[in-house]
């Protein structure tokens, strides 16, 4: 009875749409930390953790951060960022057609 009641919740919450939007909103957030993250950078000023960079783009946001690496030239010499997000992505594509499959 507790499983049938976790499913019907697990099957409300985790809707199409709502995957779409939460998917958007971390890609979103991604790409404008990495725009922020940039300016910080000029002006020397306090940045962003690269922990938390990393952090994001494993809820996600693989697709923004990529983004905003490439557009904003922003930690584009990091060895770690230019394949570590690359690699985070097809790791997340493949989970995801994993998870459709069964």
Not at 55 to 62: D, E, N
Not at 64 to 90: E, N, V
Request: some cysteine; hydrophobic content about 50%; glycine content about 6%.
């Amino acid at each position: 009875m507790e499983k049938d009641f976790v499913n019907a919740v697990a099957t409300q919450i985790f809707t199409i749409k709502n995957i779409i939007i939460y998917l958007l909103t971390i890609n979103i957030v991604n790409f404008g930390i990495m725009w922020y993250d940039k300016q910080e950078a000029k002006k020397r000023e306090w940045r962003v953790s690269e922990k938390t960079l990393f952090i994001l783009t494993l809820l996600g946001g693989s697709i923004g951060g990529i983004a905003g690496m490439y557009i904003f030239h922003h930690k584009t010499k990091k060895w770690y960022f230019k394949y570590g997000y690359p690699i985070i992505l097809i790791c997340q594509i493949m989970l995801a057609i994993y998870l459709m499959i069964n």
